[in-house]
T-cell receptor
Framework: DAKTTQPTSMDCAEGRAANLPCNHSTISGNEYVYWYRQIHSQGPQYIIHGLKNNETNEMASLIITEDRKSSTLILPHATLRDTAVYYCIVRVETGFQKLVFGTGTRLLVSP | GAVVSQHPSWVICKSGTSVKIECRSLDFQATTMFWYRQFPKQSLMLMATSNEGSKATYEQGVEKDKFLINHASLTLSTLTVTSAHPEDSSFYIC???????????FGQGTRLTVV
């Protein structure tokens, strides 16, 4: 399974963009990068995923480097409700296509 | 996004008893469901994967006779913790994915406390 590396924690001021990095240097060519977040004592929430191209939806943008060895999740205007643990996951594309969670980044958005 | 519902949200049981947790996909057919366990301040740990109508596939180190998984229909999977002990106290979370192999959606989790 491709391993991901994320900073343990990050801080962001409310209203500013939050840029969460993720390294996945051993990613294979057909493996997708998924981002989920978990607010305290809740199940994870899907944010976005991508393969090669940058992606954007109503929640966030995902920037994947050309060599696909790293990516950045961007929350354009962070709010207090974005405080959560953010998980970057490389999905196993064989078998059951499991999502294996790493330790994630604890994002704290402050007023 | 699609909705996955878990029941109960929390449960307290006596040591030695069994507890069943249900996971339902409310608006899609879940061909594959996953069960995770999460201890305080730790990440989610995948326990097992189940496909509808098939036996579950357990991750290494997870006791299949203790954590019984049944995926009887395309909208329901159950996890039964048998002969529960205090060390089984944890947050149990299910996830479901449909046949299009798009993103997986998670339930709200079940907090199990064994006393």
């Amino acid at each position: 399974d491709a391993k991901t590396t994320q900073p343990t924690s990050m801080d962001c001021a409310e209203g500013r963009a939050a840029n969460l990095p993720c390294n996945h240097s051993t990613i294979s060519g057909n493996e997708y990068v998924y981002w989920y977040r978990q607010i305290h004592s809740q199940g994870p929430q899907y944010i976005i995923h991508g393969l090669k191209n940058n992606e954007t939806n109503e929640m966030a943008s995902l920037i994947i480097t050309e060599d696909r060895k790293s990516s950045t999740l961007i929350l354009p205007h962070a709010t207090l409700r974005d405080t959560a643990v953010y998980y970057c996951i490389v999905r196993v594309e064989t078998g059951f296509q499991k999502l294996v969670f790493g330790t994630g980044t604890r994002l704290l958005v402050s007023p | 996004g699609a909705v996955v519902s878990q029941h109960p949200s929390w449960v307290i049981c006596k040591s030695g008893t069994s507890v069943k947790i249900e996971c339902r996909s409310l608006d899609f057919q879940a061909t594959t469901m996953f069960w995770y366990r999460q201890f305080p301040k730790q990440s989610l740990m995948l326990m097992a994967t189940s496909n509808e109508g098939s036996k579950a596939t357990y991750e290494q180190g997870v006791e299949k006779d203790k954590f019984l998984i049944n995926h009887a229909s395309l909208t329901l999977s159950t996890l039964t913790v048998t002969s529960a002990h205090p060390e089984d106290s944890s947050f149990y979370i299910c996830s479901a994915r449909d046949s299009r192999n798009t993103e997986a959606f998670f339930g709200q989790g079940t907090r199990l406390t064994v006393v």
